[in-house]
């Protein structure tokens, strides 16, 4: 069990690291990681929180970030103005790194 915990905390450091490599030095605010549950996917929910999230940022006048590596959240990240602004592999997975600016327009959601 100690080998797999080990394995484990190695392979978050590694992570980690590649993420804060690439962590705008900008002041922003982090969308960190989010999901909506497979069974109630295509309802407009994430599309609802991302509304909620950015409204929050552009009153605040300020910019914002977020990582993922689902190739399927990248248009609906860009809908809501974020930017793929670099793209690297961690732990040999492609993530895609975005960027939003602040004060720009929020569309509104598709429900």
Not at 10 to 33: C, E
Request: hydrophobic share 40%; net charge positive.
């Amino acid at each position: 069990m100690l080998t797999r915990n080990r394995c484990l905390v190695i392979q978050m450091l590694t992570a980690m690291r590649v993420w804060s490599k690439h962590h705008p030095r900008k002041f922003h605010w982090h969308l960190g990681p989010i999901a909506v549950v497979p069974e109630v996917q295509e309802r407009g929910i994430g599309s609802q929180l991302l509304e909620y999230f950015c409204r929050h940022v552009d009153q605040a006048g300020q910019a914002a970030y977020l990582e993922t590596d689902r190739p399927e959240n990248v248009p609906l990240y860009e809908r809501f103005r974020f930017s793929v602004i670099e793209e690297a592999p961690v732990l040999g997975v492609r993530n895609w790194f975005m960027w939003r600016t602040q004060g720009q327009d929020v569309p509104q959601p598709n429900c």
